[in-house]
């Protein structure tokens, strides 16, 4: 689970920030839909930025990853991000540990999808009115993403904004369903289809 951040700040990330509440429920739902034997895990970065060059937060998810191999070898990672934590989550996705992505609202600024393996699910979801970051530059990277060959699926919810507050309960089982579909099978197989959110 890789929280949001900024694109750039040197101050520590605390267990308040928004960004890392944010993951706790999309946690919760997880651990409620997998059950005792999947480990979910979240990220707190160090410093809450990007920071370019130094890419402080993807040094602090990937020490997390390497922990999780060494506790569990041969067991496949499914990474989880919001935000600045899709961007961290596809820098990381070339691990042959990690077998899924599912980013949630991403910030890919740089064509960031087109570092997605073919061997690596890929799930998107995002709101179509999100002024935060860009709906319609995730779902082309998406497609290009698909188009080399990952299974890739972009998912937009109609009028939602950035922080996953509208419907979150719908966000986060098109998370845990996208995520325990990767685990439970190996060929990366789409989403089981979720009914819309009421109005």
């Given at each position: 689970?890789?929280?949001?951040?900024?694109?750039?700040?040197?101050?520590?990330?605390?267990?308040?920030?928004?960004?890392?509440?944010?993951?706790v429920?999309?946690?919760?739902?997880?651990?409620?839909?997998?059950?005792?034997?999947?480990?979910?895990?979240?990220?707190?970065?160090?410093?809450?930025?990007?920071?370019?060059?130094?890419?402080?937060?993807?040094?602090?998810?990937?020490?997390?990853?390497?922990?999780?191999?060494?506790?569990?070898?041969?067991?496949?990672?499914?990474l989880v991000?919001?935000?600045?934590?899709?961007?961290?989550?596809?820098?990381?996705?070339?691990?042959?540990?990690?077998?899924?992505?599912?980013?949630?609202?991403?910030?890919?600024?740089?064509?960031?999808?087109?570092?997605?393996?073919?061997?690596?699910?890929?799930?998107?979801v995002?709101?179509t009115?999100?002024?935060?970051?860009?709906?319609?530059?995730s779902r082309?990277?998406v497609?290009?993403?698909?188009?080399?060959?990952?299974?890739?699926?972009?998912?937009?919810?109609?009028?939602?904004?950035?922080?996953?507050?509208?419907?979150?309960?719908?966000?986060?089982?098109?998370?845990?369903?996208?995520?325990?579909?990767?685990?439970?099978?190996?060929?990366?197989?789409?989403p089981?289809?979720?009914?819309?959110?009421?109005?």
């Amino acid at each position: 689970m890789l929280p949001g951040g900024k694109p750039e700040s040197t101050l520590r990330s605390r267990p308040w920030h928004a960004a890392n509440l944010r993951m706790v429920f999309v946690a919760r739902s997880l651990r409620r839909k997998l059950g005792r034997t999947v480990v979910v895990e979240r990220v707190r970065y160090r410093r809450r930025g990007w920071n370019k060059p130094t890419l402080d937060a993807v040094h602090d998810a990937k020490r997390a990853v390497e922990r999780a191999k060494a506790r569990c070898p041969n067991v496949p990672i499914v990474l989880v991000g919001h935000s600045m934590g899709g961007r961290v989550a596809v820098h990381l996705s070339t691990d042959p540990a990690v077998s899924a992505v599912a980013a949630l609202a991403p910030w890919w600024p740089d064509q960031d999808a087109d570092r997605v393996p073919e061997n690596c699910g890929l799930f998107v979801v995002h709101g179509t009115a999100d002024t935060w970051t860009d709906p319609i530059a995730s779902r082309t990277q998406v497609e290009a993403a698909h188009l080399r060959g990952v299974a890739a699926t972009w998912l937009g919810i109609d009028g939602a904004g950035h922080y996953m507050l509208s419907n979150p309960k719908y966000w986060h089982a098109l998370t845990a369903t996208f995520v325990a579909d990767q685990l439970e099978r190996r060929d990366r197989i789409k989403p089981t289809a979720l009914p819309p959110p009421r109005s």
